[in-house]
């Protein structure tokens, strides 16, 4: 396990008491995903020179919101006026750009950094920092995931981290599109930037 102490200034209580409240909003298996999107946060971290303390939260938080009913969603858009259209999406795109706001709320986690990564986790962004960028690397690339192509990616986002961002958000969207699924105008944007 990893032992990790935040700095006050980042994360206020104690790491414990943080993974109690993620482990009992979820599954016992969306948790061991986010126990292992934490520990490939924290290589890609080492890598890139990220501060560990920053990926590990980042990570721990990201899917905090993922199992909360549709309603919970459109209350906060509601009651802290996000961008009314994002009433027309649903629980894959709300639980990273709306979930963090629960982050706020319920966990404590005011670092404006840590939460812009939560936000763009699924979707992600034109201009994304290096923790942003890691984040969703990982959550893609963890050790629990097994899709055509992932030991390539894999390696991709330890040599060239932007690229693999510009490789993963192709293949998303021409996995929606297969799929038949509405594509988040987020994702476009950041297929516009990020994709070589
Ligand atoms: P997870 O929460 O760990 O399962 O992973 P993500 O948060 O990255 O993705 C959640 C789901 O959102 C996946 O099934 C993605 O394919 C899907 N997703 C990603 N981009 C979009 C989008 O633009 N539109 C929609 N509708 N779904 C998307
Ligand atoms: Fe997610
Ligand atoms: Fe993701
Ligand atoms: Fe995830």
Redesign the pocket.
């Known amino acids: 396990m990893t032992e990790i102490d935040y700095q006050m200034h980042i994360y206020a209580a104690s790491r414990a008491g943080l993974l109690e409240k993620i482990a009992a909003a979820m599954s016992a298996k969306r948790f061991e995903?986010v126990l292992r999107v934490e520990e490939m946060a924290l290589r890609l971290a080492e890598c890139w020179g990220v501060p560990a303390e920053l990926a590990s939260l980042a990570a721990l938080v990201h899917?905090y919101a993922?199992e909360r009913p549709d309603a919970d969603f459109l209350l906060v858009i509601e009651q802290e006026g996000l961008d009314p259209t994002l009433r027309d999406?649903?629980n894959?795109?709300w639980?990273?750009v709306v979930g963090a706001e629960l982050v706020k709320s319920e966990l404590g986690i005011m670092h404006e950094e840590i939460l812009d990564a939560m936000r763009q986790?699924?979707?992600g962004a034109a201009h994304m920092t290096k923790l942003s960028q890691i984040l969703y690397m990982a959550?893609?690339i963890e050790l629990g995931r097994t899709f055509p192509g992932v030991e390539e990616v894999r390696a991709l986002a330890f040599d060239d981290l932007a690229a693999s961002v510009g490789w993963q958000t192709q293949h998303?969207l021409k996995?929606?599109i297969e799929k038949s699924?509405?594509?988040?105008p987020?994702?476009l944007t950041t297929y516009n930037a990020w994709s070589v």
């Not at 699924?181 to 988040?184: G, L």
């Open positions: 995903h899917d993922k999406w649903g894959n795109v639980h990273g986790h699924t979707v959550d893609y998303t996995y929606l699924v509405p594509v988040y987020g994702t």
